[in-house]
């Protein structure tokens, strides 16, 4: 066997984490079974479901749509109330959907982004029959763990922000006939893409990581992982019940809650990783 350098004692090379994490980066764009989540979901989010609000809102409030989310509206704050002032039924059906309720539910895509690919991160190599010769080659194990959270965490964090793009030309173009400005994106959701995407990616791929290193096939950690995004769900319903709004401050908090955890989990996923407990289950 190879004798390792230790994760303690040796120097921390990020030329050897980049060759890892772009190793990694490779073996996903020539895997259909993370490619495809990746481009399927983040697509009905950014194009299907804005578009469908932009062009429907006036059947839609016709349809008294708008009185569910004027009793929404009621429930909000009143400094978030007078955002909506002098709009039509219409626009109220736009702004409210797209601004406000759609936010919690765009954190998805990086989290999802990030569970894929790191789900594959050590069970897709056992899979693939090359785990043992990445585990025996001389790197440290800080730098092999620094190495498939980039390869993760780059992606999500690259996705999620091209999608907000995407989503600021749909939103506006879809709700032009509606609004008759652009009207997205506002402070928050600059803030959302900002601060809080890079945040919930490095969520979903910490806690994969964890997973992953020890269970036995791809599709067993990314189940298991799908535990990553209860989170936003419980945002979604919260916010859908009027226990909470995403505005800025709230954005702002939420932001450096995650990236507490994130810290939390990257500390406990270098203290816990072991390469040789790896082998041994190989």
């Not at 749509?65 to 736009?94: C, H, N």
């Not at 050590?122 to 693939?128: D, L, M, S």
């Not at 893409?193 to 992953?212: E, H, N, R």
Request: hydrophobic share 55%; net charge positive; glycine share 8%.
């Amino acid at each position: 066997m190879n004798e390792r350098p230790s994760s303690r004692t040796s120097r921390f090379n990020w030329r050897v984490v980049h060759t890892l994490a772009k190793r990694d980066l490779k073996i996903v764009g020539r895997s259909k079974a993370i490619l495809l989540p990746m481009v399927v979901v983040p697509l009905i989010f950014i194009v299907a479901i804005p578009l469908g609000v932009g062009l429907f809102a006036p059947q839609m409030a016709s349809a008294g749509e708008s009185e569910d989310l004027g009793r929404f509206l009621e429930m909000m704050p009143a400094p978030m109330r007078k955002a909506f002032a002098g709009y039509t039924d219409a626009q109220i059906i736009v702004v409210a959907t797209i601004q406000h309720l759609f936010a919690p539910m765009f954190l998805i895509i990086p989290l999802m982004v990030a569970s894929t690919i790191a789900a594959g991160s050590y069970v897709g190599e056992k899979e693939r029959g090359t785990l043992e010769a990445l585990l025996h080659t001389p790197t440290t194990d800080l730098e092999l763990f620094a190495g498939k959270l980039l390869a993760a965490w780059i992606p999500a964090c690259v996705i999620g922000w091209g999608s907000f793009l995407v989503y600021t030309v749909v939103a506006n173009v879809g709700a032009w006939h509606v609004m008759g400005r652009i009207y997205f994106p506002n402070a928050m959701w600059i803030a959302l893409v900002t601060w809080v995407v890079p945040a919930a990616a490095g969520l979903g791929l910490g806690m994969i990581l964890l997973i992953s290193a020890r269970v036995s096939t791809f599709q067993e950690a990314y189940q298991i992982g799908g535990v990553v995004v209860v989170p936003v769900l419980l945002l979604v319903f919260g916010q859908l019940a009027g226990v909470l709004y995403f505005n800025l401050i709230a954005v702002l908090v939420l932001g450096a809650i995650l990236w507490a955890v994130d810290a939390a989990m990257i500390w406990f996923g270098v203290r816990t990783f072991r390469r040789d407990e790896i082998i041994a289950r190989v």
